[in-house]
T-cell receptor
Framework: SQTIHQWPATLVQPVGSPLSLECTVE??????LYWYRQAAGRGLQLLFY??????ISSEVPQNLSASRPQDRQFILSSKKLLLSDSGFYLC?????????????FGEGSWLTVV | GNSVTQMEGPVTLSEEAFLTINCTYT??????LFWYVQYPGEGLQLLLK?????DKGSNKGFEATYRKETTSFHLEKGSVQVSDSAVYFC??????????????FGSGTRLSIRP
């Protein structure tokens, strides 16, 4: 069966420090991968998605970047965090192409920038 | 472009009450429709889905019917429990075989059930 894991689960970072959130998927090949952010009390905002190794699409201009160095690994990064980067970050995956693609989420990572 | 609109929350009900959370969508073609649930402090879990018109998704006592004529996918449950307290997200994914297919989420509806 397929599983998705992301880490760390919780982190507190000072303004201006770097960020690296990692996500891995097991049990499937060539998945679509996604990073979402959920600000406190708000809905989901799609940040990045990837359809293959090295392929990244950015949905919104921001202080963050994403990379996909391996088929089932997706990394969210920042060189210098801002206070507004605080939130709940969710990694997700779905099968490639086809209709009815269910998206499966990781456990989420709470980021507090202080 | 595709979009999802769901009713504003929070929704507060008493245990055993009937629940409806409205969701309407805008999309070209025949999207697939989903309801996800997020319990406090956790990621999102798929609750149910429907992939074509008139399909009914169901799980854990929740149901939603894909209504193309009204472009709706309302979530219902006949008798809610305190454990149903969570945030519910309606979502759609485009049809076809585009490798860039993405899933669009509504803004979420927070549900609180009183004992």
């Amino acid at each position: 069966s397929q599983t998705i894991h992301q880490w760390p689960a919780t982190l507190v970072q000072p303004v201006g420090s770097p960020l690296s959130l990692e996500c891995t998927v097991e049990g499937t090949s060539n998945p679509n991968l996604y990073w979402y952010r959920q600000a406190a009390g708000r809905g989901l905002q799609l940040l990045f998605y990837s359809v293959g190794i090295g392929q990244i699409s950015s949905e919104v201009p921001q202080n963050l970047s994403a990379s996909r160095p391996q088929d089932r690994q997706f990394i969210l990064s920042s060189k210098k965090l801002l206070l507004s980067d605080s939130g709940f970050y969710l990694c997700a995956w779905s099968v490639q192409a086809g209709s009815g693609n269910t998206i499966y989420f990781g456990e989420g990572s709470w980021l507090t920038v202080v | 472009g595709n979009s999802v609109t769901q009713m504003e929350g929070p929704v507060t009900l008493s245990e055993e009450a009937f629940l409806t959370i409205n969701c309407t969508y805008t999309a070209t073609g025949y999207p697939s429709l989903f309801w996800y649930v997020q319990y406090p402090g956790e990621g999102l879990q798929l609750l149910l889905k429907a992939t074509k018109a008139d399909d009914k998704g169901s799980n854990k006592g929740f149901e939603a019917t894909y209504r193309k004529e009204t472009t709706s996918f309302h979530l219902e449950k006949g008798s809610v429990q305190v454990s149903d307290s969570a945030v519910y997200f309606c979502a759609l994914s485009g049809n076809g075989y585009s490798s860039a297919s993405k899933i669009i989420f509504g803004s979420g509806t927070r549900l609180s059930i009183r004992p």
